[in-house]
């Protein structure tokens, strides 16, 4: 059975840091591209982050504009895991943050090219 379990959300000041992680299961994780996509309240899903299964190196990263420079994706394929480090937060980064897995090479910014998705966990940033 597939599951992926995200945690590390909470309340937090504006300017302080929190490390969402995702546990993943019941599927060959080391071969998938995962992602972090958000959505607050009357938004849509949006796309965060992702990261490659394939690269010469600790994988290939893509980040929404918005949170570039201040979030971090990245994996550990030992524990089946991927983090997403977010920094510098700010209040309109409040939104229940999804882990999500692509079967592809590289993690597409699609919502709908993802396979699979975790319940998500609440981010909420004070002012």
């Known amino acids: 059975q597939v599951q992926l379990v995200e945690s590390g959300g909470g309340l937090v000041q504006a300017g302080g840091s929190l490390r969402l992680s995702c546990a993943a299961s019941?599927?060959?994780?080391?071969?998938?591209?995962m992602g972090w996509f958000r959505q607050a309240p009357g938004k849509e899903r949006e796309f965060v982050a992702s990261i490659s299964w394939i690269s010469w190196n600790d994988g290939r990263t893509s980040y929404e504009d918005s949170v570039k420079g201040r979030f971090t994706i990245s994996r550990d394929n030992a524990k089946n895991t991927v983090y997403l480090q977010m920094n510098s937060l700010k209040p309109e980064d409040t939104a229940v943050y999804y882990c999500?897995?692509?079967?592809?090479?590289?993690?597409?910014?699609?919502?709908?090219?993802?396979?699979?998705w975790g319940q998500g966990t609440q981010v909420t940033v004070s002012s």
């Open positions: 019941g599927f060959t994780f080391s071969r998938y591209a």
């Open positions: 999500a897995a692509d079967r592809s090479v590289v993690g597409g910014l699609v919502a709908s090219e993802y396979d699979y």
